[in-house]
């Protein structure tokens, strides 16, 4: 009874933590600066960009927002709110400075990628953009 007690209270502390940690309170709209949403993407749109941005997503991304970008990703199961899926309208619709900004500033359990070259965070903005409709 008393190993109970203290594996109930021991999973009880766990989840209340991962709930902080994780966001799990309602969080505001993530809407990036006006004169970052402004932003033009430097890198030259092709499938050399494409390709650079989905090897950066397949290390640094996947194990959120899943291999084909749906926010599906073994991790994804454990964080509220949800990864982003890019291939939603949503993120779709969202202009390639303003996803440059998010994935460079991160926030709550989306870590900042600043430490990852402009231009790997902007063939990421591509690869983002070529999972459209998948």
Do not use: Y
């Amino acid at each position: 009874m008393r190993r109970s007690m203290l594996c109930g209270a021991v999973a009880v502390g766990l989840a209340a933590g991962l709930a902080i940690s994780t966001g799990a309170w309602a969080q505001a709209a993530w809407v990036a600066p006006a004169a970052e949403k402004a932003r033009k993407n430097p890198v030259a749109h092709g499938k050399k960009a494409e390709e650079q941005g989905e090897k950066v997503a397949k290390v640094n991304c996947v194990s959120c927002h899943g291999a084909k970008g749906k926010g599906d990703g073994a991790a994804a199961a454990a964080l509220n709110p949800k990864p982003a899926d890019w291939t939603s309208k949503k993120v779709q619709d969202e202009t390639d400075g303003s996803l440059f900004w998010k994935i460079s500033n991160g926030r709550g359990a989306m870590p900042p990628w600043k430490h990852l070259p402009e231009n790997e965070r902007w063939a990421v903005v591509h690869f983002i953009r070529s999972v459209k409709g998948k």
